[in-house]
């Protein structure tokens, strides 16, 4: 297959896959010889994914256990829920765990998102994509201008004179990894606490830190405070483990309550299950923090390699992915295909990202030695 | 922990498990000496986990692949149905793929379902539990005097005097087993197109069979000709993996549509999406046909051993369970918890069935050794 053809195939699953990128398996499927050695589109933790399967092989495929994990029905919602009552110091009331934080996403924007609602971008579409017709989105703009920095006044102007009813913020922000600090967060739900809903999605919030000693910034007793906000916490980034699909989010009781009376039965796999029960244990949570730690040094060593590539510029991020611009003769789409198919890198070209003008990619952090191939193969396509 | 004690906690898991029974991982979980041989509460085709397993070992331990399953993001909705396209012989546009059918059941009654809404008593209680405030639900109760035996012409009498708009049938029916013939099926259909929606959940029906060949029941196509009709399937059953949470439902493409316009974007597990490539191999769709025909044998053969205890009334059911009636003056929950302490076996006590009034169990088919070994811990029981 020539790589016109080729080009041509890959902008053929993106467009079925709307405005997200087709998965790697969907590529792999689709493209026969197509060789891919980093998914550098995908935003995890690759050593935690390790760690989850030496785990996995223990608990479940050397005791043969694995067959009761996939033969019959896992635990219900509120019983996976016990596990997380233990690790976020709340009670399992509070918890309603997701088939992934995009179930959560879609059941919250559903059920209890009405009137005005605003959505920072560029963002993870799916804040916009899963309206309902009794919601009006109301976008606010980060700006090139700014670095995409959030700036907190400006914001809490914006709601107010906006009559925004509900709001959502990823934070880090997603795709340019934006981050919040504690101070700035808490201001922010202080002076919103008059609206319906405050959705604050820190699905990559373990990949943050406020300082060098990189400790985990933890949130969730805020929600005893706010009794309008909702985190919502995906479990693919952190632990690796996408395909599982776990995620969760913590709001008051009447809400979890409202979503499990009339739904969400058996919506956690086996796997997912069995995912949870581990998280739940002391020792594995020790094992993670080290992994955890380990990973960021190496995100931050990859950001600055591609910082001293004089053809991109680097967004500042404190998630595990950056945002990267491209000169402007160089189109996104292209430059990424090339890196595909010449390198068997496979990055995000945001060019349908709504709220992004320019030739920007959103380039993941793997391993070291990962990073290093990206970053080599980035200056090779910037030779050819 | 005594008899008394133990009771107590399993009716205590049994609370807040809702209307379903708490799996065997909560009851292993909660109650640390109990020792469960056989879960005749859970409805599948254990043979057939056994084929799967062997796939799995193969094409994911073996090879390594299992990574990839578990770490990336699984393909999306609409690629999962490429492959039951193949199966199903419909275009995938028709094929919404659910995380379980229960989250197609919830997807469904919460966006299609509004005003008179008929189910079909005693059922599954999720068709009656996750309906919203547009939805009047109706019951049409079936009879223990014509042992619950589903009347086509009385039925159709019904839906006509109570104005239903929707209605839900689960063929074989859930947790009797009852059995529509195709030709039934097909005088309903044509005697309800006004209707707006007609729901067929045939997550039972590769154990049932018109006659003597077993041949399987194929009604996907009829999606084509009723324009109302929605077929849920889950694949829980017969394939033996409720774990790995899978289903899928057809419906006119304009609903797939609309489900999947907002949201429902990575609803499949990873495992799930390599379930759905395999079930699209002929190889093993060839494999499966042997296996489930084997399991019919083995759960005929289990009915007569049932009906051979005179304690015990059997309903006739073409499902891969039996509903049975204890004697007047035993308690069912009672028995089923001797059953589980003194002899290991778990069966679903029917006392919180709406529709179900009297001592009823319901007894899953198993293998056959398994099956003898609940034969024979009834017989027991009953003597004690």
């Known amino acids: 297959m020539n790589d016109i053809i080729l080009e041509q195939r890959i902008k053929s699953l993106k467009d079925l896959s709307g405005t997200h990128s087709p998965s790697i398996e969907t590529i792999k499927n689709s493209i026969n010889n197509i060789e891919i050695k980093v998914d550098a589109c995908f935003l995890s933790n690759p050593y935690a994914t390790d760690l989850f399967l030496r785990h996995l092989e223990d608990d479940l495929l050397k005791t043969g256990k694995l067959r009761d994990v996939l033969e019959f029905y896992p635990p219900q919602n509120r019983d996976i829920a016990k596990n997380l009552a233990n690790v976020c110091k709340i009670s399992e009331k509070n918890i309603f765990v997701g088939n992934g934080a995009i179930e959560i996403i879609q059941a919250v924007i559903h059920k209890f998102v009405k009137g005005r609602f605003a959505v920072t971008i560029p963002t993870f579409s799916s804040y916009y994509e899963f309206t309902t017709s009794r919601i009006e989105v109301v976008f606010y703009k980060l700006l090139k201008e700014n670095k995409f920095e959030f700036k907190v006044d400006d914001y809490l102007k914006f709601i107010k004179d906006e009559k925004i009813e509900s709001l959502t913020l990823i934070n880090p922000n997603n795709p340019n990894g934006g981050f919040l600090s504690m101070d700035e967060l808490l201001f922010i739900l202080d002076n919103t606490k008059k609206l319906d809903l ?4 820190e699905s990559f919030i373990h990949f943050a830190y406020e300082d060098d000693n990189l400790k985990l910034i933890e949130s969730q007793l805020l929600i005893n405070k706010y009794p309008n906000l909702i985190i919502v916490k995906s479990m693919s980034k952190d632990f690796g483990i996408a395909g599982i699909r776990a995620g969760y989010a913590l709001m008051q009781e009447a809400m979890v309550s409202e979503l499990l009376n009339n739904g969400f039965l058996w919506n956690s796999s086996g796997l997912a299950a069995y995912f949870f029960n581990l998280y739940g244990s002391n020792i594995f949570r020790d094992e993670y923090e080290l992994i955890r730690k380990k990973y960021i040094m190496t995100t931050k060593e990859f950001f600055k390699d591609l910082e001293s590539l004089t053809q991109l510029v680097v967004y500042p991020s404190k998630a595990n992915f950056a945002l990267v611009e491209l000169p402007k003769d160089i189109n996104s ?22 709220g992004l003008d320019g030739n920007f990619l959103r380039i993941a952090s793997r391993t070291f030695e990962e990073n290093l191939l990206i970053v080599n193969s980035l200056k090779k396509v910037f030779d050819e």
């Not at 430059?335 to 349908?352: A, E, P, Q, T, W």
């Open 333 to 354: 789409f292209s430059f990424m295909i090339k890196l595909l198919i010449n390198h068997g890198i496979y990055v995000r070209d945001c060019s349908d990202k709504i």
């Open 198 to 201: 405050v959705i604050i999605d």
